[in-house]
C-alpha cells in the first residue's frame, strides 16, 4: 500500500477503518509540511493542530460513508490558511480490503489556482453585464430623442410634407424601434442563465401549460403535448425560458394560423430529450447553424418583428446546463428541435 501510494503525485493519505492515517506519501508531507511521525496512526481530525478538524468532512466520514453503500466518494473544498491560505480538494473513497475492513483513500488536490480564475471570471461576468446594462441605457436615450423630434417635425409640418416624406418618417421610428429592441435583446442575452437559479421539483406537463397559457396563441392553432411527461428535479426558471422561446417561435414564424405544434419527451439514463415538432414554412439546411446566431432572423430587416434573440438565449441556456440542442428541417416541410436536458444540474 505504501509503495502504490508513493507513486501518486498529488497529495495522498490513506485511513483505516477508525479513521486513523494508516500511511500518507511524500507529497503530502512536503504540501502540508509535516513528517511521518507527525502523521501516521493520528486521527485525521487530530491533524497539523486541528486543521483538518473540517465540520463537512467530519460529518461526511463519521456520518454519511458508514451508513450509505451506494456513495463511494464524495468531495470537500476546504482553505487551509496554514500553508499559505490554499484551496484543497479533498475526495474520498472507500476501498474493502480483500481481508475485510475498509480503508478511505483520501485525495487532495491543491485548486487554489482555479478558484482564483472562477472568481475572476466572475467578477468579469459582473463587470460585462454592468457595461452592457450602462450601454443599452446610453444608446436608447438618443434613440427615444430621434424618434421623439421625428414626430414633433412631422406634427410641425402637417399637412406639408408629401406622402414619401411621411413614409421616410415612419420608417424612421420604424427602425429606432427596431434598435431599441435590439438593445434590449442585447442585455436579455447577456443575462441568459447567469441568474440565481436553485433546482426545483415539477411536473413538465404543467409547466408546459402554464407557458402556452402565458403564450395565448391563436385558439386556431393546435399545440398537442405528448404522455407521458416526466417530473423533473431542475432549475425551473431556465427550461421554462427554453420552452417559452421555442413555443414562440413556432406560433410566431409559421405561415398560418391553423398550425400544429407537436410536444414530446423521451427519456434517456443520464438526460431527458425534449421534441418538438411543427409544421411551418421550415429552414433550410444552410441556415440551420445560422438560427442560433444572435440577432440573425431569416427575414429581411423590414419585414420582421423578432431580433432573432430568442434561439440565442436558449442555445446559451441549454449549453450553460451542459445540454445540446439541434434541428431538423427543410423548407416547407417544418422544423424539429431537440433538446438533451441532463438529470443532474451542473
Not at 56 to 76: A, C, H, K, N
Not at 164 to 176: A, K
Not at 197 to 216: Q, V, Y
Request: hydrophobic fraction near 40%.
Amino acid at each position: 500500500m505504501r509503495a502504490i501510494v508513493e507513486t501518486v503525485r498529488e497529495p495522498l493519505i490513506v485511513l483505516d477503518g477508525n479513521l486513523r492515517v494508516a500511511t500518507a506519501n511524500r507529497s503530502f508531507y512536503h504540501t502540508f509540511e509535516a513528517t511521518s511521525a507527525e502523521t501516521e496512526q493520528q486521527l485525521i481530525f487530530d491533524l497539523g493542530n486541528g486543521q483538518w478538524n473540517i465540520p463537512q468532512l467530519r460529518r461526511l466520514l463519521l456520518e454519511i460513508l458508514p451508513t450509505d453503500s451506494e456513495l463511494q466518494d464524495f468531495e470537500v473544498e476546504h482553505n487551509f490558511e496554514q500553508i499559505g491560505n490554499k484551496t484543497m480538494l479533498l475526495n474520498a473513497r472507500k476501498m474493502t480490503q480483500s481481508e475485510g475492513g475498509d480503508n478511505i483513500l483520501l485525495a487532495i488536490e491543491d485548486i487554489t489556482e482555479r478558484k482564483i480564475a472562477e472568481a475572476a471570471l466572475v467578477e468579469h461576468n459582473n463587470e460585462l453585464e454592468s457595461f452592457v446594462h450602462q450601454v443599452s441605457h446610453d444608446l436608447k436615450a438618443p434613440l427615444r430623442a430621434i424618434s421623439n423630434l421625428s414626430q414633433w417635425i412631422e406634427d410641425d409640418l402637417e399637412g406639408q410634407l408629401p406622402p414619401n416624406n411621411q413614409q421616410q418618417f415612419q420608417l424612421l421610428r420604424t427602425r429606432v424601434k427596431r434598435m431599441e429592441s435590439m438593445i434590449d435583446s442585447l442585455l436579455l442575452y447577456a443575462r441568459a442563465g447567469r441568474q440565481e437559479a436553485h433546482p426545483e421539483t415539477f411536473d413538465l406537463g404543467e409547466l408546459l401549460n402554464e407557458i402556452i397559457d402565458s403564450l395565448a396563441p391563436p385558439e386556431s392553432f393546435i399545440i398537442e403535448i405528448q404522455p407521458p411527461l416526466p417530473t423533473l428535479t431542475t432549475k425551473r426558471v431556465f427550461l421554462s425560458q427554453v420552452f417559452a422561446n421555442l413555443i414562440s417561435n413556432a406560433i410566431k414564424h409559421h405561415t398560418s394560423t391553423t398550425g400544429h405544434l407537436h410536444i414530446s419527451a423521451l427519456e434517456h439514463p443520464d438526460c431527458y430529450e425534449f421534441i418538438l415538432k411543427d409544421d411551418g414554412p421550415g429552414i433550410a439546411p444552410e441556415h440551420h447553424a445560422k438560427v442560433f446566431d444572435i440577432f440573425q432572423t431569416l427575414k429581411s430587416k423590414d419585414k420582421r418583428d423578432s431580433t432573432g434573440i430568442g434561439l440565442a438565449i436558449v442555445k446559451k441556456i441549454v449549453e450553460a446546463e451542459e445540454g445540446t440542442i439541434r434541428l431538423e428541417s427543410s423548407l416547407g416541410q417544418g422544423t424539429t428541435f431537440y433538446v438533451t436536458w441532463p438529470k443532474s444540474h451542473p
